[in-house]
């Protein structure tokens, strides 16, 4: 039995301890990255962007007129303050549209009545560059991030624009109304005479009152045109293919603009989500210096394409370097990119097996070595993730300490990494191992054409590189490592940070069926997993099964400060609490998680004073039963029109009332036909359609339906209020400081048609 050295231990806490302080490195140069310029003064050139003279707008909104709410007294006077600043910019045309229509998408129709605010600085052409961003907000908030200040940054360029000489193209700004509601207001625009002149489209919005903008989304290639204008541009492909994947439960109007207009850019504030959609989201939560970023990139990218054009289509790869430029290249190059990639990495395997750099055995060893590290590196996290779950019974314990799961998860990550080396020799090929698995991932995403492989692409470039380099000069093989380790790895790193800082917030209002904590440990490990298969080569030689045990106590280590009460103030958990009115239903308020966490017990001693509240709890629902029904429900009329045959029309009356949204359902498959000036959505026989009519008219609201056969068709009303009964309002004010509430008040009815 061999006695244990003093350094036996030593040489792989040197080698954990070295990548751990390189990935530390990165991730606070990411950091640094990520953060907005400085805010230019008041007295800064008329033709540039100042966030000084932008804030006294986005002041006017929240604390002045507070939730702006569409359909209600503040927005209306929200449309008056847009139309005394914007009328106050000489040259600049300005009009209120007010109108009424129907917009259908696969799952629906929305039926709508918007107030848009519009404002055009004339160009040389009639050719227009459309700047949208909304300025109503959920019921309650008052949305300094979401949507005041890209509203503000939106007349701050108008400004800016008009106190320069005339651009070649025109450039008109919708602030629109409704996109809380389902986009109405974008919608509206569409049919507005000067949307025929709209080339390409710019939609502002925010997710979070911090940080840069985002480019979240972009089509046609109109993000080539933002990489070559804005100051520091900001974003990765990888962000729009989580968005566009239905991963993020948000959406924009975007959604609404691009079928008209195929060239578009998404832009929207993402750090500090904890704020977004609810009261947090003040102009106090807002970042210095993000407003700044959102105007000087929406001004530097209208500029440039009011000048020289919407560029040519084929911009779907893009990722920005360092927060100083951004590359944008079509997919055709990006196949052309891998392919090339590929073929070098397949020579300089080749060439350091022909001068002996390593054996073919060793090869096959440390390709098998880093697939294992991958793998593991991703399952240990997650099982990890589900001990602070389930045993240890703390889900989300990182929720108002996000880094702490990035250490803990990225220790697990490290330790499983290590551990895959153990049972593989073929040291010398570790880092030709790396550049195969790295080669095997970029093969995988150019066959499915996600824009994401670049990450793998830059990986195998570097690393083909390094590898035939070290083969020739065997003398500086580390040194030119390091070198080439850098590069990828810093990009994927803020990738990283950027997926992490949007996904972490966004933990508090998915309502899935488990705790999030193991989706979190996946989305931690994978950077750290994937760096590992060529940072691990780096770090000095040690015993891989001691590296990995030493990380593995170190996560462990890591665990136990996240076993915390998840929720602080300034990161609140997020619950909705549901004022419904049922036919022939004793009336009750419903508190929900808007994560998989349940409301804690702690909130029944909170509520107790509130009159005529009793909590039942219902698994992750907390249920209260009203004595005393409160909601006023409109008359609904259904006349049939008595006409029997293989079609019939039933016409539904909703009476006056103060509401402001009615929702009807009706089974698609019994629907064939309806009163609205729009064509029926295509949708299987077995989906329902949903008809949602926003801001009704004062005097009621009806519709005639076609239907199929003579059988009754069983259909929903729902009814919703904009203002609050007192009880819903009691509950709301009796909430801990670390919770916060959306609201929703209906009344919901059966109908037979």
């Known amino acids: 039995m ?157 400004r800016a624009l008009a106190s320069g000489p005339p651009l070649e193209r025109s450039v008109v700004f919708n602030f629109s109304d409704g996109e809380e509601a389902g986009g109405s207001g974008a919608a509206a625009f569409l049919h507005h005479p000067w949307t025929r002149d709209v080339v390409a489209f710019l939609n502002l919005d925010s997710a979070g009152p911090g940080g840069r903008t985002l480019v979240f989304q972009s089509a046609g290639g109109l993000v080539a045109a933002y990489a070559s204008a804005a100051p520091l541009p900001f974003g990765t492909v990888l962000a729009q293919d989580i968005f566009q994947a239905g991963l993020v439960p948000s959406g924009t109007d975007f959604e609404i603009y691009r079928p008209a207009y195929p060239r578009g850019l998404d832009l929207a504030l993402y750090e500090d989500g904890y704020a977004y959609h609810t009261p947090l989201d003040r102009l106090e939560r807002l970042e210095p210096g993000s407003l700044q970023h959102l105007g000087d990139s929406v001004l530097a990218t209208v500029r440039e394409l009011a000048t020289h054009g919407p560029p040519p ?116 090929a570790g880092w030709a191992g790396g550049v195969v698995g790295w080669a095997a991932l970029l093969a995988l995403a150019t066959v499915f054409g996600v824009g994401s492989g670049y990450l793998a692409l830059w990986a195998v470039a570097w690393g083909a590189a390094a590898l035939l380099l070290g083969t020739w000069l065997p003398r500086y093989r580390s040194a030119i490592q390091a070198i080439a380790f850098a590069p990828p790895t810093l990009l994927l790193a803020e990738a990283a940070s950027d997926v992490l800082r949007v996904f972490i917030p966004v933990a508090g209002r998915i309502p899935l069926v488990i705790p999030f904590d193991p989706i979190l440990a996946a989305l931690v490990a994978l950077p750290f997993a994937t760096g590992a298969m060529l940072g691990l080569s780096l770090a000095p030689a040690a015993p891989s099964w001691r590296a990995g045990l030493l990380c593995l106590a170190t996560g462990a280590v890591l665990l136990a400060p996240m076993a915390r009460f998840p929720y602080t103030r300034e990161h609140p958990k997020r619950i909705t609490v549901e004022y419904l009115e049922a036919e022939g239903q004793q009336p009750e308020i419903l508190i929900r998680s808007r994560d998989s966490v349940p409301p ?88 329902s359609t949903w008809i949602r009519v926003v801001n009704p008219p004062r005097d009621g609201w009806s519709i005639q339906l076609q239907l199929h056969g003579e059988t009754p068709v069983p259909a929903e009303l729902v009814v919703r209020y904009a203002n609050l009964p007192s009880h819903v309002a009691g509950v709301s004010a009796a909430l801990p400081d670390w919770m916060v509430a959306r609201t929703d008040v209906a009344r919901s009815t059966p109908l037979k048609l």
């Open 600 to 687: 804690p017990e702690s909130l029944g001693p909170a509520m107790a004073g509130v009159p005529g509240i009793r909590l039942e709890r219902e698994g992750r629902l907390l249920r209260a039963r009203i004595a005393t029904p409160v909601l006023p429900m409109p008359a609904v009329e259904v006349t049939p029109s008595g006409v029997a045959g293989p079609e019939r029309t039933v016409s539904l009356r909703v009476g006056p009332g103060d509401y402001t949204i009615l929702d009807l359902k009706v089974p698609r498959g019994a629907l064939a036909g309806w009163s609205l000036d729009a064509p029926l959505p295509q949708a299987s026989g077995g989906d």
């Open 2 to 158: 061999h006695a244990q050295t003093p350094t036996s231990w030593f040489r792989p806490a040197l080698a954990s301890g070295v990548v751990a302080l390189l990935s530390l490195a990165l991730a606070g140069l990411t950091s640094l990255i990520a953060r907005p310029p400085e805010p230019a003064p008041a007295n800064a050139p008329a033709t540039t962007f100042s966030e000084a003279r932008a804030l006294p707008l986005v002041r006017e909104l929240t604390e002045g007129i507070g939730p702006r709410v569409t359909g209600t007294r503040s927005a209306a006077l929200t449309v008056e303050v847009l139309l005394g600043a914007l009328r106050a910019i000489p040259g600049v045309a300005v009009e209120v549209q007010d109108t009424s229509g129907v917009h259908v998408d696969p799952t629906g129709a929305l039926v709508y009545r918007a107030r848009n605010v519009l404002a055009r600085v004339p160009g040389r052409r009639t050719e227009a560059v459309l700047v949208a961003a909304h300025y109503d907000t959920a019921p309650g908030i008052v949305g300094a991030g979401d949507n005041a200040a890209p509203v503000a940054a939106a007349v701050e360029a108008a």
């Open 313 to 428: 289509e084929g911009g779907n790869v893009f990722y920005d370097l360092a927060g100083r430029t951004m590359l944008v290249y079509s997919r055709g190059t990006a196949l052309a990119l891998a392919v090339v990639t590929l073929a070098a990495a397949v020579m300089a395997v080749g060439v350091a097996l022909r001068r002996r750099a390593f054996t073919a055995r060793e090869l096959g060893g440390a390709v098998a070595s880093t697939f294992a590290g991958l793998l593991l590196g991703v399952v240990l996290p997650m099982v990890a993730a589900l001990v602070l779950a389930y045993v240890l019974r703390r889900p989300h314990g990182w929720y108002a300490a996000p880094w702490t799961a990035v250490a803990c998860f990225g220790a697990f990550a490290l330790a499983g990494s290590w551990l895959g080396r153990a049972p593989f020799s073929g040291a010398r």
